[in-house]
């Protein structure tokens, strides 16, 4: 079965300074990996996603994700982090040889940038 | 980007009677469209697939009878929710999956309150 796992159910950070935000996955074969992020009472805005290839992706707003096979994670990162940046943010996995099936969510993490 | 948008994006009705969303797939194709469901500070929780042109596949515990799907067309989805009752209110997100990429992409949601 796949599932997701963020360990964090908020995470604090000054603006400014670099942020992360967890994310581990359980998939029978090899997964597909992204990173959802949601605004009050909006849907979920696509930020990246690893499917093959480099293990760090880059993605929308200056975010970026290092996946890691031996760790089964993929956490997300960003330098410097911007009041902005505050939201609630998303993993989701899936099996590469599922094509077309739902994505699996992760529970959810706060990030709260303070000025 | 891809755009999915949904209509409407707030609903107020009384209970008994039924609500239908529209899921819509603006810039692309989607043979294949999901319904989630969103408890406020929760993850997601999908209720069905949506595959153009044959019947929805619901998840375990969602009552196919109360909640309509048909999927008419390569850009259009639509959850009918039957005899609505107050605790059918909620956020309801809708996604299209796209092929090219492999991404899905969520629509705005849509905030039904049942009075």
């Known amino acids: 079965a796949q599932s997701v796992a963020q360990p964090e159910d908020q995470v604090n950070v000054a603006e400014g300074n670099p942020l992360t935000v967890k994310c581990t996955y359980s998939?029978?074969?090899?997964?597909?990996l992204f990173w959802y992020v949601q605004y009050p009472n909006r849907g979920l805005q696509f930020l990246l996603k690893?499917?093959?290839?480099?293990?760090l992706v880059k993605g929308s707003y200056g975010f970026e994700a290092e996946f890691n096979k031996s760790q089964t994670s993929f956490h997300l990162k960003k330098p410097s982090a911007l009041v902005s940046d505050s939201a609630l943010y998303f993993c989701a996995v899936r099996d590469i040889w599922q094509a077309g099936t739902a994505l699996i969510f992760g529970k959810g993490t706060t990030l709260s940038v303070s000025s | 980007g891809a755009v999915v948008s949904q209509h409407p994006s707030r609903v107020i009705c009384k209970s008994g009677t039924s609500v239908k969303i529209e899921c819509r797939s603006l810039?692309?194709?989607?043979?294949?469209m999901f319904w989630y469901r969103q408890f406020p500070k929760q993850s997601l929780m999908l209720m069905a697939t949506s595959n153009e042109g044959s019947k929805a596949t619901y998840e375990q515990g969602v009552e196919k009878d109360k909640f309509l799907i048909n999927h008419a067309s390569l850009t259009l989805s639509t959850l009918t929710v039957t005899s609505a009752h107050p605790e059918d209110s909620s956020f309801y997100i809708c996604?299209?999956?796209?092929?090219?990429?492999?991404?899905?992409?969520f629509g705005p949601g849509t905030r039904l309150l049942v009075l």
């Open positions: 690893y499917i093959t290839g480099d293990n």
């Open positions: 998939v029978s074969g090899n997964p597909y």
């Open positions: 810039d692309f194709q989607a043979t294949t």
């Open positions: 996604s299209a999956f796209r092929e090219l990429g492999e991404t899905q992409y």
